[in-house]
């Protein structure tokens, strides 16, 4: 058959790893871009094969693309069982992304601009796009062939001569924050985003060629990273790191985590992961990793979660008393600072959680627990927490001009419950105008506490009947008709069902968790309901 004419777009077959190598064959690929010579003619291709995360992709020599693919080519290649490697992802990696966002992301993003990263000893293959300063990289210009990093400051340059003349003037050979972890020679360093602005945007440069949706380079003010090094007598030298919001409202204990890939697979993920949950023990709160996670950072939480409670439950099934083996999804939570909806979310996927007539139970058969923990892998790099040197940060929005109120320090009319007799009341006349209403942004402290409270416990108290409808068609509801019957803003409802974690996204359509020991528990945390607002009592016209 003629070579065809290929087009953006067009799906071929094309020499997967280059025809030299030992794994060289043929796999199905889409048309991303085409690279000319000067006299106009194609000379490469930039690939995304189709059986692999976009990491993969990348620009493939004319002579290693099948111009003659045929429909019965592709669907015979398609037709044959695939050997998934590491590369493989088996969930959406672009969850909670909508059409329009993901369109645009991978419009800006489809070119790598980056081949490999010079850092230290390693040269790295880079994954992924990452917006470089225009002083280093513009659309439009040649694909950088090497990048080179130096491995302290994080600064980096087109050539290896720059790199040279920066390393010869002289810099800090660690992370410019404190040490809050050491042992051996693992070190962990907090690094303040506000003060150490440039180190912070150099390191989140580095960690967007490696994560495909990373947008953290131009704002890292409002975060603390906490920076993995392994020590030698040369310095510290990054292994990985995580990101913690300084405020955040949805409690996360960590915003982005990354492995460097020349230190992956040496349990420096599990590391990070744990050392997160421990900073959240000190601070006495459950934390959840802020989501979607990537596609190598969900396999590595689900691997933890998964590890952890199973060994917990080894141990309490070996309690002697019958009475001790009993346990809750609470005092898991407080054992190992998870929250519920991790939890939950953990038993079910290991299918070891049950409901019978109202209550949860935990199979906790002991070749089910060894079978499922076989599969978690090792415990990656302990974590020592008596080695953690670390004091929680006080945070409010009170300025900085002012002086947080001691504890207890309400007024008295606070304390009798107007504060939600007030907000209730707003809500009244908004459900008379036929509107739905919201305060005006931004709250004070106080105000966004009064605010959280009153929205979780309407909230709550309507998914709970909704929950206990005897057909399960009533017990289907939209964010549009939590609205209508509370005259909440559906962005109101869908950020307070984010903070309790019992909102969850997939394949577009919004879900909500109104698992009964969920909606307790966190109708638990609300307080009462203040002095209540009768709406017969209210006479008024818009």
């Keep these: 058959a003629p070579a065809r004419e290929i087009k953006i777009g067009d799906h071929v077959l094309a020499m997967w790893r280059g025809a030299g190598e030992d794994k060289a064959e043929f796999r199905e690929c889409e048309i991303i871009e085409k690279r000319t010579d000067g006299d106009g003619k194609v000379e490469a291709y930039y690939v995304h094969w189709s059986d692999f995360n976009r990491r993969c992709d990348s620009w493939v020599p004319i002579a290693d693309v099948d111009l003659h693919t045929t429909k019965d080519k592709l669907r015979e290649v398609r037709d044959l069982k695939r050997n998934y490697d590491e590369f493989t992802h088996d969930h959406d990696e672009h969850e909670g992304m909508d059409d329009a966002a993901l369109k645009e992301h991978e419009l800006v993003t489809k070119i790598k601009n980056v081949n490999k990263i010079q850092i230290g000893q390693y040269l790295v293959e880079v994954w992924y796009y990452s917006p470089l300063p225009k002083s280093v990289w513009r659309s439009g210009d040649e694909v ?46 907090e690094v303040d985003g506000s ?38 007598e040369q310095g ?50 459950l934390g959840s990793p802020e989501k979607p996670l990537s596609d190598l950072g969900k396999v590595s939480y689900e691997s933890f979660w998964a590890r952890r409670l199973l060994i917990m439950l080894q141990d309490i099934r070996q309690r002697k008393d019958p009475e001790d083996r009993m346990v809750s999804i609470q005092e898991l939570a407080e054992n190992t600072s998870f929250t519920l909806v991790d939890i939950h979310n953990t038993l079910n996927r290991l299918q070891i959680l049950r409901y019978m007539q109202g209550n949860w139970y935990i199979n906790v058969n002991p070749k089910i627990l060894e079978y499922h923990l076989a599969k978690c892998g090792g415990e990656g790099v302990p974590v020592d927490p008596s080695k953690i040197h670390w004091t929680p940060h006080l945070t409010s929005d009170v300025g900085s001009g002012e002086a947080l109120p001691p504890p207890g320090a309400e007024s008295a009319a606070q304390r009798k419950g107007y504060g939600k007799f007030i907000i209730s009341f707003s809500y009244e006349l908004s459900k008379i105008e036929g509107k739905a209403g919201s305060p005006e942004k931004p709250l004070s402290d106080l105000g966004k506490e009064a605010y959280y409270s009153h929205w979780n416990r309407e909230l709550l108290h309507m998914l709970r009947k909704i929950g206990s409808r005897p057909n399960p068609d009533e017990r289907v509801v939209s964010l549009q008709q939590l609205s209508e019957m509370t005259s909440f803003k559906k962005d109101d409802i869908e950020a307070t069902l984010k903070r309790l974690q019992m909102i969850h996204y997939h394949k577009s359509q919004v879900y909500v968790n109104v698992n009964p020991t969920l909606v307790n528990y966190h109708i638990s945390k609300c307080g009462g309901s203040g002095v209540p607002v009768d709406p017969s009592k209210i006479h008024w016209t818009p």
């Design 236 to 285: 510290y030298h990054v292994v990985g790191y995580f990101s913690k919001e300084k405020e955040s409202e949805e409690d996360y204990n960590l915003a982005c985590i990354l492995t460097l890939p020349q230190h992956q697979r040496k349990g420096y993920g599990k590391f990070i992961i744990s050392f997160s949950y421990a900073l959240s023990r000190i601070e006495q709160k």
């Design 144 to 189: 950088i062939d090497t990048l080179y990093f130096c491995e302290f400051t994080l600064n980096f340059y087109r050539t290896k001569e720059e790199l040279e003349r920066h390393q010869k003037k002289g810099c800090l050979r660690h992370p410019p924050g404190d040490e809050i972890y050491r042992n051996d020679k693992v070190s962990v360093f």
């Design 195 to 232: 003060r150490s602005k440039q180190w912070c945007q150099n390191l989140c440069y580095l960690a967007k060629m490696f994560l495909d949706h990373k947008t953290l380079w131009y704002d890292t003010d409002s975060f603390f990273f906490y920076v993995i090094c392994e020590f030698d």
